[in-house]
């Protein structure tokens, strides 16, 4: 069984970046397609990224296209979100989840494994 762990949360001011990571345990991750999420205080958990068990293929919310990149390295079963740019609305708790599967998958009921969370908090 693949279990993650997210990592590389912080305490940021608006425009600068961070890379969060999730490291997946067990055999095979490179067989799993994988996603981050976010959670901010008081509302749903919402997706941010996606990406094929290639990285080839990738999916993002519009509110973070164009600052936001997911990759993978599969050597190190390690998946990334590069964020640049961030702003006071991206504070929330992310979360990286993953499923055995050749898709891509934007909701939260696609995904049957998921993280403990990392937070990052944008200041103004």
């Known amino acids: 069984q693949v279990q993650l762990v997210e990592s590389g949360g912080g305490l940021v001011q608006a425009g600068d970046s961070l890379r969060l990571s999730c490291a997946a345990s067990?055999?095979?991750?490179?067989?799993?397609?994988v996603g981050w999420f976010r959670q901010a205080p008081g509302k749903e958990r919402q997706f941010v990224a996606a990406?094929?068990?290639?990285?080839?293929?990738?999916n993002y919310a519009d509110s973070v296209k164009g600052r936001f990149t997911i990759s993978r390295d599969n050597a190190k079963n390690t998946v990334y979100l590069q964020m640049n740019s961030l702003k006071p609305e991206d504070t929330a708790v992310y979360y990286c989840?993953?499923?055995?599967?050749?898709?891509?998958?934007?909701?939260?009921?696609?995904?049957?494994?998921w993280g403990q969370g990392t937070q990052v908090t944008v200041s103004s």
């Open positions: 067990g055999r095979a991750f490179s067989l799993y397609a």
């Open positions: 990406g094929s068990w290639s990285g080839i293929s990738t």
């Open positions: 989840a993953a499923r055995r599967s050749s898709g891509i998958y934007s909701q939260l009921r696609d995904y049957d494994l």
